[in-house]
């Protein structure tokens, strides 16, 4: 009874300053530089950078390409954000990325590089890199982005339809520039198109544009004012109409367009006047338009046989149009026939090219397998087996460079004779890459070829330092999406 009492006489003591201990607010830690910094410090390890590339620059339209007319139509919020949507489902440039030249040039001297002894083979690599000329195209356009580094790799896509979208690459005349064009957006809703200037002298990226809106299929330089042709697919119900525009490519400005009135197959620009002659699909229809004003209606003529393919010869006097078992001269000024020549009936012509002035040679289609035809003098000849309907001309004299369809051979065949000179497999030169040619460029300053293959590798081909076997120095490979 005693020990009770002892015990709660002992816990009415407590009990108030357990209550009050409860209540009372505990002092604030005192903030001290040493603190503080510790802080911070948890802070930022929790913290991700990432690497962000700077907004590409989008091609502007001409103002009157956008006049919708008087009538006001009200849109509702949900069409609005469809729309959204699809322009939103083209804007990918998750393949560019824009550095600051000094920061990066700073970046590279920091780190203090060990200076080698450089080989012989290694110099002559170097002979690759190039000074422009001060007037060419290539030069003029480095001026848009001199604090500038663009880096760009095509998308290799594995879904739906694989591969790279590169429909289209064109040389520029004074062959110091290269456009790739790269489609972008997924497999359904609107897709968009990117150009890219590539320099042949520093092989670097001067510039590039984005276009949300429009598919490009087919390009060409209009001479070397700077100025590009863009032949484009309709998207829509409103738009399902083929186009043709001219894009200017120091300005990012689309100069003028128009809507085709048929679907249109081939476009090929003459350097020296820049007039554009469009083909028309199975039909042997070829229209000329002047690129400097494309509301005027273009002059029309017709080839032998449907889907001709077209070259130019003497300084761009004389068209020449190879269809239907024909090969056909017309007078570039009024396009009146001139002269022809017999062809064999049964080839589908893929390419042409005129060399020396008055050497024809045409190559048909991959699918066709047979052999190219050498037009002299009025005779024919055939060179090479199962071509695949590329042909490029030589920096190398009285020569020139035709594919073939075995693992994408490029053959090298003397003029006149016609004879093989060399062989390239590119799939089997350092860096092996996979992928049949699809495009091939003859650049003379740097006495190379440049190739852009079907898996989008793009690489130069050029000869050793003894001059007997091919190199190749890779540009920039696909990546994957």
Not at 149 to 168: E, H, M, Q
Not at 344 to 354: A, N, R, Y
Not at 449 to 454: E, K, N, W
Request: charge should be positive.
């Amino acid at each position: 009874m005693v020990m009770r009492r002892i015990t709660l006489f002992t816990f009415a003591l407590v009990l108030p300053l357990l209550l009050c201990s409860c209540g009372r607010k505990q002092p604030a830690a005192e903030k001290t530089p040493e603190n503080a910094a510790a802080e911070t410090a948890k802070v930022e390890t929790k913290t991700v950078k990432r690497m962000v590339s700077a907004p590409l620059p989008k091609a502007k339209r001409a103002g009157k390409d956008y006049q919708e007319g008087s009538l006001k139509v009200r849109i509702s919020a949900e069409e609005q954000e469809a729309s959204a949507n699809q322009v939103q489902s083209s804007e990918d440039h998750s393949n560019v990325v824009i550095l600051d030249k000094k920061k990066t040039s700073q970046d590279k001297e920091d780190a203090g590089a060990e200076k080698k002894t450089i080989k012989k083979s290694e110099l002559h690599r170097r002979k690759l890199w190039t000074k422009p000329a001060p007037d060419s195209l290539a030069a003029r356009l480095a001026k848009k982005n001199p604090d500038k580094i663009i880096r760009w790799n095509p998308k290799l896509l594995l879904d739906g339809t694989s591969g790279v979208r590169l429909p289209d690459a064109a040389l520029s005349p004074d062959k110091s520039l290269i456009v790739f064009i790269e489609t972008t957006g997924g497999t359904n809703g609107l897709r968009g198109s990117r150009i890219v200037a590539f320099d042949t002298h520093t092989w670097t990226i001067p510039l590039l544009y984005f276009l949300p809106k429009d598919l490009i299929r087919k390009t060409a330089f209009i001479g070397n004012t700077g100025k590009i042709a863009l032949l484009c697919s309709g998207q829509s119900e409103l738009e399902n109409r083929d186009s043709l525009l001219i894009f200017d490519l120091q300005t990012g400005e689309t100069v003028s367009s128009i809507p085709l009135p048929y679907p249109a197959s081939r476009m090929t620009a003459e350097e020296t006047s820049g007039m554009l002659y469009v083909t028309e699909v199975n039909s042997p229809d070829i229209r000329v338009y002047n690129p400097g004003n494309l509301t005027n209606p273009p002059k029309t003529f017709q080839s032998r046989g449907p889907n001709p393919v077209i070259a130019f010869t003497n300084r761009g006097k004389t068209i020449v149009t190879a269809s239907g078992g024909m090969l056909e001269f017309h007078k570039t000024s009024d396009l009146r026939p001139l002269s022809n020549q017999k062809l064999p009936k049964d080839l589908t012509l893929e390419e042409m090219l005129i060399v020396d002035g008055n050497i024809c040679l045409l190559v048909p289609s991959k699918l066709d397998r047979r052999e190219g035809i050498c037009v002299l003098n009025g005779n024919i000849r055939r060179f090479g087996e199962n071509c695949a309907g590329i042909l490029s001309d030589s920096f190398e004299p009285e020569t020139f460079f035709a594919l073939m369809s075995r693992k994408g051979e490029i053959v090298q065949f003397a003029l006149p004779s016609l004879e093989r000179k060399s062989s390239i497999l590119p799939e089997d030169i350092t860096p092996k890459k996979q992928g049949d040619p699809v495009k091939v460029f003859s650049i003379p300053h740097a006495k190379c070829l440049a190739v852009l293959d079907s898996n989008g590798n793009f690489y130069l081909l050029y000869r050793d330092i003894n001059g007997r076997k091919w190199q190749k120095e890779l540009l920039f490979s696909a990546r994957r999406d």
